[in-house]
């Protein structure tokens, strides 16, 4: 979709959410104003402010993929849900960025519990792709194997690694039940 939707060198960041914890998510997302001290041999150079950008601002122009969205803490769903509608009303003063959150759970059935923030479970619901399992699309098992273990090949490797057919027919004969092309990804490192 990124790929599709922009040139080569737009920004893509992907986020897991289930590895920011806390009131680290907002900071990663929307960024954070700090203070830090300089010194040089024990001289203070004074403080200086510095704006460290969050993953909003440095997708501007790109896209910004949240995985595992439902794992954001709840401060950091409510404030995204505030900044989605006032971007959508201020286009021309936001970045624009494109915002793609993938989840395995159903947000509307989260948010109707209190699990999740329901202005945010539902501006996320305009345009939803729903993608099956991967044990209900062998088809694409060996095309995805085949694009992670490009990933891990080497530049200077001359010599194009290739799947032997014992090694596809065991990535084909994979239940894949938990963590989907996760599992698989992790099957191929």
Known sequence: IHQAA???EAPLIIVD????????????LFGAEEVTRFSRRGESLGGAQLQVRGALHLADGGTLVLRHIDALD???QETLGRYLAASARHAD?????RI????GADLAQLAAADLFDSPLAEQLSG???????LRKR???ILALANLFLGAKQKPEDETQRRFSKSAEHALLSGGYQHRNVTELREAVE
Do not use: E, Y
């Open 74 to 76: 709840s401060a950091a």
């Open 100 to 103: 793609m959150a993938t989840t």
């Open 17 to 28: 959410c289930l590895q920011v914890a806390g009131d680290g998510a907002s900071k990663m």
């Open 127 to 133: 345009c939803i792709l729903a993608v099956p399992p």
């Open 6 to 8: 922009h040139q080569t």
């Open 138 to 140: 062998k088809r694409d």
């Open 93 to 97: 003063i936001f970045p624009g960025v």
